[in-house]
């Protein structure tokens, strides 16, 4: 069935949302009401808001610039999150969202005002607001998951209660949180699939995973498939197993030597083994 889309409105004959109309119900139903419990909602001027390193590392700047102008018409329907540390407000989550503000020369938006919450439930409340939204990179994801980890010293198991995602995405996250910087950074600038990362780690070191990781870092490989192709190319293996050797008589000779006490009946079964042998 066709997607239906509604006319288009001249921005004269826009409807403006009141961003402080009956916004604290509805958007603390959205929100994890256990982590924003307590949470005051005000207008805080941007200027006193100090940016920290956040979840979200990449940003689009044409993207910043649409959302600014919806923010303009329609207003802020997503309050930013902050929390009070001393005399200054911290930016917890929306940094996507001030960066807009900023572009569009805002000076003041609503916000959710956290108080006395400590290291390990800001995190939690960072990562859950991103989590959410869709264009999260998942490296930000992965060094977000990592970040949490190094902060509570917690284990797999406690971070996928904690942040509630599988088990199987803390594990992977943590394996692509530790991988080289440069081609982390790679795989954001280029978009590669996060499972090109995780099969090139478990390649075995040589000169051909060194080869594989420059071409990641070029942008030529960035999709699962093309690094298929390229390690069938190199026919690069798996290390195969040892086989072992057939036992010799003498080898299960001892071994029967333990079970049968019998000289004769060893002398017999040492013929036996001899005639199956040959």
């Not at 995602?165 to 910087?181: D, N, Q």
């Amino acid at each position: 069935m066709a997607k239906e889309f509604s006319a288009r409105v001249s921005k004269r004959e826009r409807k403006v949302t009141d961003i402080t109309s009956g916004i604290d119900e509805k958007i603390l139903r959205a929100n994890d009401q256990k982590l924003l419990r307590g949470a005051q909602l005000s207008n805080i001027a941007l200027s006193s808001i100090v940016v920290r390193e956040q979840v979200r590392t990449k940003f689009n700047d044409e993207s910043l610039q649409e959302l600014g102008e919806n923010i303009k018409v329609n207003g802020l329907i997503q309050p930013l999150v902050i929390h009070r540390e001393g005399n200054k407000f911290v930016l917890i989550c929306g940094e996507r969202r001030f960066r807009a503000m900023t572009m569009i020369k805002m000076e003041e938006a609503p916000c959710f005002i956290l108080e006395n919450k400590s290291k390990e439930e800001l995190m939690a409340i960072q990562f859950s607001e991103n989590q959410a939204r869709e264009d999260l990179h998942y490296i930000d994801q992965a060094d977000s998951i990592y970040g949490y980890q190094k902060l509570t010293g917690t284990s797999e198991r406690k971070i996928t209660a904690a942040l509630g995602i599988s088990k199987s995405e803390v594990h992977r996250c943590l394996m692509i949180a530790k991988l080289p910087k440069d081609i982390k950074e790679a795989a954001k600038n280029f978009n590669t699939e996060k499972y090109v990362l995780l099969e090139w780690n478990e390649l075995p070191k040589n000169e051909f995973k060194t080869e594989i990781k420059g071409k990641i870092l070029s942008g030529e490989i960035t999709k699962r498939l093309q690094l298929k192709r390229i390690i069938s190319q190199l026919k690069i293996e798996k290390p195969k197993k040892k086989k072992v050797k057939d036992p010799s008589v003498e080898t299960l000779m001892k071994v029967l030597n333990t079970q049968i006490k019998d000289p004769k009946l060893q002398a017999k079964a040492k013929a036996l083994m001899a005639e199956l042998m040959n």
